[in-house]
């Protein structure tokens, strides 16, 4: 074994794979901070300039984009509360917070952070714990699945706060827009109203911008004075020893969260950053503060996104099953190079499988660089007067939502979210949990159809299955947990004032 990560050390020192590495996670970086792009179309866009390169070098370059391409979502939705990737809308809750607060360098220092660590984490069970890990994976089936979305559902409780009908309103709503498309079980069209760039159901990336961005916009163009036009100051301070200390707990639950949920095939980062938010929210003393910007907010999706990553390739390289849009992208680049992910990867090509893991430690050090000095840029752009950053995020949106799949409808779906967010968020609703719904909608609804027809219509084979029985029991005692907590304090009150 020991031999194995001598022969990998070698690989990554060579002098051309040194180089593709901070080369991928720049580009990553930069892939990742742009509205409508994501690791998965980075990578894909990348893989035929990999053709006639060495397979050690193309697989490095891309892993590192990979990574850089997770991490980098997190810059815009803190700096101006636009999330690059849709992993990133769960840090945009208290990363944009601390950016309105003053602190923008402390959050983006925290997310840099824990994104480092996250990666490193999971790369680490990459190179331990990968069979175990992927065999467990495998179990996961429709009923699996489906108690996974609805355990993710019960975040909803939680993000809400004390507005939690408003919350359930808004991802009532989610769910229902959700619904819109081709029904995959049956095949008939559902809510288009014979609009034919809806057979696909509404696009992710712009309902994300319109929610998050462009009703920024909105509220932005509220506070702007014609008569008064003054340049805000930031603080590019990054967080003390003391409180990268508090969140040590934070950033290794999101790691483990991150690392188990990147090896279930098709869960991907953003369900991870949402499960890990949630319970580290609802197992803090500081619940209550989350969402106001504090920077544990920050630290808890941005560790879970990054170590989806090597949660990911567990089932790639053990199995050759794909456990992300990104690493279903990978497998073409693997076969470009005529190799096969499985089992025989690790007999036939031990010096790329470990190059593989020790570039992705390297990756997430020079990822860990990069972010740290580009930190007080980063800063700068936010200190913009809202009269200049206003437009800059609506061209930004607007080339976002186009560049998903070049269809100008998508403008139109961007802007119509982009007024309802605003309209929504005007009337005390909290839009991220319709970005939560539209998230888990369809994994929810698919796996619970496809598992009746598995048990002939018996809802029994939720409860027979153990994995989806536990996930369940789970999701109810977390559903009623914020409520009993709330409860056991009002009672605490009353005791303290009759005392």
């Not at 991907?268 to 949630?278: F, H, K």
């Not at 619970?448 to 084979?461: E, K, N, P, T």
Request: proline share 5%; hydrophobic share 50%; glycine share 12%.
């Amino acid at each position: 074994m020991l031999e194995n990560y001598i022969i990998g050390f070698n690989v990554v020192l060579a002098w051309q794979n040194l180089l593709v590495i901070p080369v991928g996670v720049v580009v990553g970086i930069l892939v990742g901070a742009m509205p409508g792009l994501s690791a998965s179309i980075g990578v894909a866009l990348l893989v035929p300039f990999t053709y006639g390169m060495d397979p050690a070098p193309s697989l490095l370059l891309l892993v590192s984009l990979y990574c850089g391409g997770e991490y980098g979502g997190s810059i815009t939705a803190i700096s101006i509360n636009t999330p690059g990737t849709p992993a990133a809308a769960a840090t945009a809750i208290d990363g944009y917070a601390c950016t309105k607060k003053g602190i923008p360098g402390k959050a983006l220092g925290t997310s840099i952070i824990a994104s480092t660590c996250g990666g490193l984490v999971s790369t680490i069970f990459l190179m331990l714990l990968a069979f175990p890990i992927a065999e467990m994976a495998l179990k996961f089936g429709p009923p699996e699945y489906f108690a996974l979305g609805v355990f993710g559902l019960t975040t909803i409780a939680s993000l809400s706060g004390k507005l939690w009908i408003k919350g359930f309103i808004a991802a009532l709503l989610g769910l229902i827009l959700r619904t819109v498309g081709i029904d995959v079980v049956t095949g008939y069209e559902r809510f288009t109203f014979g609009v034919l760039e809806l057979m696909d159901g509404i696009s992710f990336i712009p309902a994300l911008i319109g929610c998050f961005a462009m009703s920024e916009v909105f509220m932005m163009i509220e506070e702007i004075s014609p008569l008064k036009q003054t340049f805000e100051r930031f603080s590019s301070k990054l967080p003390s020893l003391a409180e990268l200390k508090d969140m040590v707990s934070t950033i290794v639950a999101g790691s483990f969260i991150g690392t188990f949920i990147g090896a279930i095939p098709g869960a991907g980062a953003s369900i991870a950053c949402w499960i890990s938010l949630d319970q580290v929210k609802r197992f803090s003393k500081e619940g209550h503060k989350f969402g106001t910007g504090i920077l544990k907010g920050v630290a808890a999706p941005e560790s879970a996104n990054n170590a989806t990553i090597g949660g990911a390739l567990i089932p790639l390289l053990t199995l050759g099953i794909p456990g992300s849009a990104t690493t279903a992208v990978l497998i073409g680049a693997f076969m470009l190079q005529g190799l096969e992910p499985g089992p025989r990867l690790f007999v036939n090509n031990p010096d790329l499988v470990y190059g593989m893991f020790v570039g992705l430690m390297v990756a997430n050090l020079w990822m860990l660089l990069f972010g740290l000095l580009g930190t007080k840029l980063w800063v700068r752009v936010i200190e913009t007067p809202k009269s200049l950053l206003a437009p800059m995020i609506v061209l930004i949106s607007f080339i976002g939502s186009y560049a998903v799949s070049n269809n100008v409808f998508d403008v139109g779906l961007m802007l119509a979210f982009g007024i309802g967010g605003y309209l929504l968020r005007k009337l005390g609703f909290p839009v991220v949990t319709i970005v939560l719904a539209l998230v888990l909608g369809m994994m929810v609804e698919q796996n619970f159809r496809r598992s009746l027809l598995q048990s002939r219509g018996s809802y029994d084979i939720f409860f027979t299955h153990p994995i989806s029985l536990v996930l369940l029991i789970l999701a109810v005692a977390f559903f009623f947990y914020p409520f009993i907590q709330e409860w056991l304090a009002d009672k605490r009150r009353m005791s303290l004032r009759q005392s």
